[in-house]
């Protein structure tokens, strides 16, 4: 890439999400009549007849996609120390069954360590379109106050350079294609981690298994490999597995 980026100042990220509901039949009766119209176009997308049977499928397929109707149970950080060795990378999670508790941990961290959207950096996979839109969403259906870096509100394109998107530095300036984190790491030969679970099984692993240290740890290795391929990006030497540490 042209220009080289301050490694010691980005703070990698990831979160995920789940309904906020178990299923579509524990949904209160004012939210239906709203997940349908929602949900409706989908039903159209794939040709179908629209049914209760259908809204309730997609309700857990897709429910946990939009902040209106999911809500965050992990959010996993990270960030690099470069020590004689070279880079180490520790990683942190906020994982709780109350989403308040979650937002407030991380909303608490980057304030007090990462509130500087002139020197520092957030950095994740997609997190302009999916990761940063749904945290302050959700932060304000609870009345919680955005912190600075997060907070874009009527700000201009050129003014929210603090987001590094890998998604978005891989377009190099293309917006036809959609290209997931696991394939980008893939061509650019970065190691991925091999998980037992994949983001489909979220929901169920919340909801039916009640294994949050699960899904944080699928969501850290996600931290892991974003920062790989930024690194990648930059032109720096990865980082090996026995330099990456989770707090305890």
């Not at 789940?18 to 009766?29: G, I, R």
Request: glycine letters at 6%; aromatic letters at 10%.
């Amino acid at each position: 890439m042209a220009s080289k980026i301050a490694l010691n100042r980005i703070l990698y990220l990831d979160i995920e999400t789940v309904s906020q509901y178990q299923n579509y039949e524990q949904t209160p009766d004012a939210m239906r009549p709203l997940w349908k119209h929602k949900a409706g176009r989908f039903a159209k997308q794939l040709d179908e007849e629209w049914t209760e049977e259908v809204a309730a499928r997609l309700y857990s397929e897709k429910a946990a996609l939009y902040a209106e109707f999911g809500k965050v149970a992990v959010i996993s950080v990270g960030f690099t120390v470069k020590g004689e060795d070279g880079y180490e990378l520790k990683l942190k999670s906020f994982a709780s069954t109350d989403e308040i508790e979650v937002l407030t941990g991380f909303s608490n961290l980057i304030t007090k360590h990462y509130n500087n959207p002139a020197r520092q950096f957030l950095c994740g996979h997609n997190i302009r379109e999916f990761d940063m839109p749904f945290l302050c969403r959700r932060m304000v259906i609870h009345r919680m106050e955005l912190p600075d870096m997060i907070d874009v509100t009527g700000k201009k394109p050129w003014e929210t350079k603090h987001f590094l998107d890998t998604m978005e530095l891989w377009r190099f300036g293309e917006f036809r294609n959609y290209t997931s984190l696991n394939l980008l790491a893939h061509v650019l030969d970065v190691p991925t981690p091999k998980d037992d679970i994949d983001g489909s099984d979220v929901g169920r692993v919340f909801w039916e298994e009640n294994d949050l240290e699960r899904i944080a740890v699928y969501c850290e290795k996600d931290v892991a490999t974003c920062a790989r391929v930024l690194f990648r990006l930059q032109g720096e030497s990865g980082i090996p597995d026995d330099r990456i540490h989770t707090a305890t």
